[in-house]
């Protein structure tokens, strides 16, 4: 991974022209050691321009990408650990060509995401959990931040990107995972200023130069 991404965020050419090399491991690979090629190659996959480059490594190498795709679609299903299940579901949306969402979905394993305000600006931490799930300007691990309550999207009002993931996280049992989806989905308010603002959108914001 050194030579392939070195900063998980910069990929060289010769990254890319290590994808079809990948493939052929991940296709004769053992089972136990499948999810870290995959994985190698969403990374790589993840520094791409997008599709609407004309010469994206996403076109240019397409079929060792479908290839991927194929057998990361597979895997998913057989995933039970959730952390692999994320870095997999992250891989596929690289090799689909779905940009910033397949490098920030991390944040539903670790549980935090920090955002700005759409109007104040202050840094907030937005907290998923299966127990509870709010925003917060302050510290929450020192017990004395004003919580408040995320509001996460009706399963009926998923559409898109956000309906695919829900639907595809259940459907591979991943309960706790799908959970947290209507909640990345859903709106907080600011416990500044009080803005009432889409949490996707300000994750979103924050991958956007």
């Not at 296709?27 to 791409?48: E, F, H, M, N, Y």
């Not at 290839?67 to 596929?92: C, F, I």
């Not at 935090?112 to 305000?117: A, L, M, T």
Request: glycine share 8%; net charge negative.
């Amino acid at each position: 991974m050194d030579h392939l991404c070195p900063q998980l965020d910069t990929a060289f050419p010769a990254s890319y022209a290590a994808l079809p090399r990948l493939a052929d491991i991940a296709i004769a690979c053992s089972p136990d050691d499948l999810a870290w090629v995959l994985l190698a190659a969403g990374a790589t996959a993840s520094c791409s321009p997008g599709l609407s480059e004309s010469d994206s490594p996403l076109t240019v190498y397409s079929a060792p990408i479908g290839v991927l795709n194929r057998l990361t679609d597979r895997r998913l299903s057989r995933t039970v650990e959730a952390e692999e299940y994320v870095n997999l579901l992250q891989a596929l949306l690289s090799f689909e060509g779905v940009e910033i969402w397949d490098r920030c979905l991390d944040g539903l394993q670790s549980g935090e995401y920090e955002v700005g305000c759409p109007y104040c600006g202050v840094s907030m931490f937005i907290v998923i959990g299966q127990e509870e799930s709010f925003c917060c300007s302050d510290d929450y691990a020192l017990g004395e931040a004003e919580k408040l309550p995320l509001q996460p999207m009706r399963t009926q009002d998923l559409d898109g990107l956000a309906r695919r993931l829900f639907t595809r996280a259940l459907a591979d049992g991943q309960a706790g995972l799908a959970h947290g989806i209507a909640f990345l989905f859903g709106r907080a308010v600011c416990s500044d200023c009080g803005t009432d603002f889409s949490v996707a959108e300000r994750v979103v914001a924050g991958w956007i130069p």
